[in-house]
């Protein structure tokens, strides 16, 4: 059976800082991509960033947050993380992790192509 385990999140003051770490469990996603997604309330899930073990590490960002968000982890321990800094009231919002061993790069934004998810933790930014 295949998990994906979220920890972290919680509730942070605008321009602060949180990390969230996801491990899977059950199969190994070397060959194709964990990412983090979000989904605020009435919106749509939105893929956040996304790594791609086979290619060294190569990593992929939605523009809402190139240069306060960085993915990082490792194909051996099947991990991402998300390092979140100079957060924003608007980036409140359940996040998801998310693996698929077989999506491809023009499909990384397609929820429904992800097979595993994670719960959810809720980051909340609010002063």
């Known amino acids: 059976q295949v998990q994906l385990v979220e920890s972290g999140g919680g509730s942070v003051q605008p321009g602060g800082s949180l990390r969230l770490s996801c491990a899977a469990s059950?199969?190994?996603?070397?060959?194709?991509?964990m990412a983090w997604f979000r989904q605020a309330p009435g919106m749509q899930r939105e893929l956040l960033a996304a790594i791609n073990w086979r290619s060294g590490g190569r990593s992929y960002y939605a523009d809402a947050v190139k240069g306060r968000f960085t993915v990082s982890g490792g194909a051996a321990k099947n991990t991402i993380d998300l390092q979140m800094k100079s957060l924003k009231p608007a980036d409140t919002a359940v996040y998801y992790c998310?693996?698929?061993?077989?999506?491809?790069?023009?499909?990384?934004?397609?929820?429904?192509?992800?097979?595993?998810w994670g719960l959810g933790p809720q980051v909340t930014v609010s002063s």
């Open positions: 998310a693996a698929d061993a077989s999506i491809i790069l023009s499909s990384l934004r397609q929820a429904k192509q992800y097979a595993y």
């Open positions: 059950g199969r190994t996603f070397s060959s194709g991509y």
